[in-house]
């Protein structure tokens, strides 16, 4: 198995944004611990806002490669999302070649990144439905998911932006609609408890 080493690009966004996106937004990282450092992973969260990816990006020393939307690779910063290694998806079609990307990447022990509810949530629903992509890919890889949540506003110096990872799982034998309820219930969970521990920090206060 090959090692998946992380594009120049990623390194040096990583390096050089990662540090002015943590003083200027503040996040609070919780669970962070329970990202694997070795082996197929597929990180997987709520969406919320066009930053999201960039906590779990910055959680982790291993390469985190997202898969994004292809409207981002036709703007003008389509530069940028080649640069750092991300995998355009077409979702107006099923789209087989960003899947085998990402397979392939899984197959030699790398780490995704994915929005199970497939673009960002601007409804009033706690959760978009979510795709079964994430999980469909886990069962192939046999990869673990990380289930991670995220609560709060993407403000300057925020007080309340939290970014919470659970406990890694495997799809094993579960079928990929079990899988799929599993992984949005436990992000669902995530979020919920950040959100009542900040109402519980807000009252005190």
Known sequence: MKKVKAPLGYKIAVFVLGPIFKLYYNPKVIGKENIPKDGAIIVCGNHKHIMDQCVPILSTNRFLCYMAKKEYFDGPFAWFFKWVGCIPVNRSIKDTDAKEKAIEHLENGGAIGIFPEGTRNKTKDFLLPFKFGAVSMAKKTNAK???????????????????????????GDMTLEEANEKLAKSIGDLMKKSIKEQNKKEKSN
Not at 156 to 168: D, T, Y
């Open 145 to 171: 998911l990380v289930p991670l949540g995220i609560t709060g506003d993407y403000k300057f110096r925020s007080k309340n932006l939290v970014v919470r990872f659970g406990k890694p799982f495997e799809v």
